[in-house]
């Protein structure tokens, strides 16, 4: 799997955007982009995926460079609740049968939402 | 519907003791991943279990040992204690089928080893 590389933390007001980067610039053509989050003492929790075009769902958009060597996840409107360790990974992705729920995580980037 | 459910949440062990961490996964879900979290790290894959069989596994000494139940429940045993051992062990499933890319965690069991 690709390697991903994130800021270690990021600070965002409460009620604003919030736009997480990630560089994988060795990402392979079938590899796809996923983002996890992590509350304290929690589990971490999918957020979204995408292999090259722009994605969004309720929680988050996920835009994808054309070259798809970088990404950003968007949080439209941060909320306290949002305060998490967020990690992008890359792998081998969606619609394949087994060994796909092997995940390589890195150190993520520590999002601290400010009221 | 109950998600992943991991017991027991916190537990202390001394060193060169045994630990048997329980998982039972979401409904539907049949495959069971266990990953291990140090402090200040990700999470790391420590094995996979489908069908009461081992599928993959990641680079963790044979000390770490599982299995997988008929009704798709799962165990992990850390034999032989170390310190290093201390971390905080997840549990995931997944359906088997079409992988949408989803992993479904639990909150973990959180090992101490003194």
């Known amino acids: 799997d690709a390697k991903t590389t994130q800021p270690p933390s990021m600070d965002c007001a409460e009620g604003r955007a919030a736009n997480l980067p990630c560089n994988h610039s060795t990402i392979s053509g079938n590899e796809y982009v996923y983002w996890y989050r992590q509350i304290h003492s929690q589990g971490p929790q999918y957020i979204i995926h995408?292999?090259?075009n722009n994605e969004t769902n309720e929680m988050a958009s996920l835009i994808i460079t054309e070259d798809r060597k970088s990404s950003t996840l968007i949080l439209p409107h941060a909320t306290l609740r949002d305060t998490a360790v967020y990690y992008c990974i890359v792998r081998v992705g969606a619609g394949t049968n087994f060994g796909n729920e092997k995940l390589t995580f890195g150190t993520g980037t520590r999002l601290t939402i400010i009221p | 519907d109950a998600g992943v459910t991991q017991s027991p949440t916190h537990l202390i062990k001394t060193r060169g003791q045994q630990v048997t961490l329980r998982c039972s996964p979401k409904s539907g879900h049949d495959t069971v991943s266990w990953y291990q979290q140090a402090l200040g790290q990700g999470p790391q894959f420590i094995f996979q279990y489908y069908e009461e069989e081992e599928r993959q596994r990641g680079n963790f000494p044979d000390r770490f040992s599982g299995h997988q139940f008929p009704n798709y429940s799962s165990e992990l045993n850390v034999n032989a204690l170390l310190l290093g051992d201390s971390a905080l062990y997840l549990c995931?499933?997944?359906?088997?089928?079409?992988?949408?890319?989803?992993?479904?965690f639990g909150e973990g069991s959180r090992l101490t080893v003194l």
């Open positions: 995931a499933s997944t359906p088997t089928g079409v992988y949408t890319g989803e992993l479904f």
């Open positions: 995408g292999l090259k």
